[in-house]
């Protein structure tokens, strides 16, 4: 298997010895893409032609694809190969080893040339219209940061996780009041909004820390977004991810994937993300009483994740869970994960 993958990447890649010590492929392309799909990924022969099928699908054009693989060793490069012989618009880039899901991340949008960005992953999908409609409302309202829409969350055997919010957004011209909703989010469920999985400026992300290695990464950068700018909202569901069960994965197991060869705590504790998230508020450019007001969020948020985490741990030993039961009943300690 190795020999074989070798020789489809030698085919796939042209270029040697770059600043990040990489290989790419450039697909040809005669004007700069207004698009770019950041698609990280290792050993994704299972549901990567799903993505690029959707991606071949799409009723706009004017994008690229750009892929960063982890040194996978199955077929992954090949299915890259094919897919640009059918005219999908794919940057291949091959990292020589793997250098963890969090670099990887970083490195497509590094190497994006788009005016918009979209990181995907290698198992997720879009409707047709997806990037037609995202970019109609992008190109309308230049002042916004990004665009969302609902998706939904569907497992190997075919089930489907979806839900609708109708409420407050993101739409609000105020940054302390985007970042206590977006807070908000955080403790809410998963379904109602994706935002890192979400079309946005290029340039707006790039001003930001990226994906760093902290508990909850994904969170942490969507309140540093938060404060960058509003967001519009498409009202239907054209993302589809796949869903995995991270509850009883251990903390080696989140660094080894994340970040390999270091042995960082990457299991949620509450305390780690809120400091976190107060973090990005202190750095900010807010005002002492916008950040207070912030600030007085994330505290909200340490709250309710701690009952959450007594409602779960008495759940699991019966009996005095029932104390905690209103709480769930109104939605308010379900789906804290965006996974």
């Not at 040697?16 to 492929?25: F, K, L, N, V």
Request: with cysteine.
């Amino acid at each position: 298997m190795k020999s074989v993958q070798n020789s489809i990447s030698s085919r796939l890649n042209v270029s040697d010895g770059s600043a990040i010590h990489s290989q790419t492929r450039f697909h040809r392309q005669s004007l700069t893409p207004l698009v770019s799909f950041g698609v990280p990924l290792y050993n994704a022969e299972r549901y990567l032609p799903r993505l690029f099928d959707s991606l071949l699908a799409q009723d706009y054009s004017n994008f690229e694809v750009v892929v960063s693989d982890n040194a996978s060793d199955d077929r992954t490069p090949e299915i890259c190969q094919n897919y640009i012989r059918r005219g999908l618009p794919v940057r291949y880039h091959r990292n020589p080893s793997n250098i963890g899901q969090i670099d990887n991340f970083n490195c497509v949008l590094k190497l994006s040339r788009g005016k918009y960005f979209r990181w995907v992953g290698s198992d997720d999908w879009f409707d047709a219209s997806y990037t037609r409609k995202c970019v109609e409302q992008l190109e309308a309202r230049p002042d916004i940061v990004g665009v969302t829409t609902y998706q939904d969350h569907i497992t190997d055997e075919g089930n489907r996780y979806y839900q609708e919010y109708t409420g407050k957004r993101l739409e609000s011209p105020i940054p302390h009041l985007r970042f206590r909703q977006m807070v908000w989010f955080m403790t809410a469920h998963y379904g109602y909004i994706d935002p890192i999985y979400t079309m946005m400026h290029r340039e707006m992300l790039l001003k930001t820390h990226k994906i760093r290695p902290v508990p909850r990464m994904d969170q942490v950068l969507s309140v540093e977004i938060a404060l960058l700018g509003a967001f519009e909202h498409i009202p239907e569901c054209l993302s589809h991810r796949r869903r995995e069960d991270f509850s009883r994965t251990t903390s080696k197991a989140l660094s080894d994937r994340y970040q390999p060869g270091t042995q960082k705590n990457l299991i949620d504790p509450i305390v780690g993300v809120a400091s976190a998230f107060g973090a990005v508020v202190w750095a900010s450019d807010l005002k002492i009483l916008e950040k207070l007001l912030c600030l007085e969020a994330i505290v909200g948020f340490a709250g309710k994740r701690m009952w959450r985490k007594m409602y779960l741990q008495a759940r699991e030993t019966g009996g005095s869970a029932r104390r905690f039961l209103p709480f769930a009943a109104k939605g308010k300690l379900v789906g804290t994960t965006v996974q």
